[in-house]
């Protein structure tokens, strides 16, 4: 049962204002709250060190034909711009795997995955 009193009470509550918005903070700041406990930066740049020496580990003709997509649980995925390409380099995955891993400085890489007419270099 409502009371003269508590409506009062209820209209006044509509009346108070709103708490002041919260001052604009930096967009790293919030992205670091918001990935906190989600990234484990050591092995975090060390797969990204596949990225910055894929170049270097196949060689400059390889590398024009295929690009490092995806790395997950030990297996490198890695797009072509043609079938071809992606059968060549297939073949040749053993090499490619030890020479990345090489040059990683351990043995990150455990299988290679090369997909066909799907990377967007040029042939």
Excluded: C, Y
Aim: proline share 4%; hydrophobic share 40%.
């Amino acid at each position: 049962m409502f009371t003269i009193a508590r409506l009062i009470q209820k209209t006044e509550m509509l009346k108070r204002p709103s708490k002041k918005p919260a001052a604009p903070s930096h967009i790293g700041d919030s992205l670091k709250s918001l990935f906190k406990g989600q990234l484990k930066a050591p092995e975090a740049s060390a797969e990204w060190k596949i990225w910055e020496l894929w170049e270097k580990s196949v060689g400059a003709e390889i590398s024009k034909h295929s690009k490092p997509k995806a790395f997950k649980n030990g297996i490198l995925f890695v797009d072509t711009n043609h079938s071809l390409w992606a059968s060549e380099l297939q073949l040749r995955s053993h090499q490619i795997r030890t020479k990345l891993n090489k040059a990683l400085g351990s043995e990150m890489v455990k299988e290679i995955h090369f997909r066909a007419g799907t990377s967007s270099k040029d042939a």
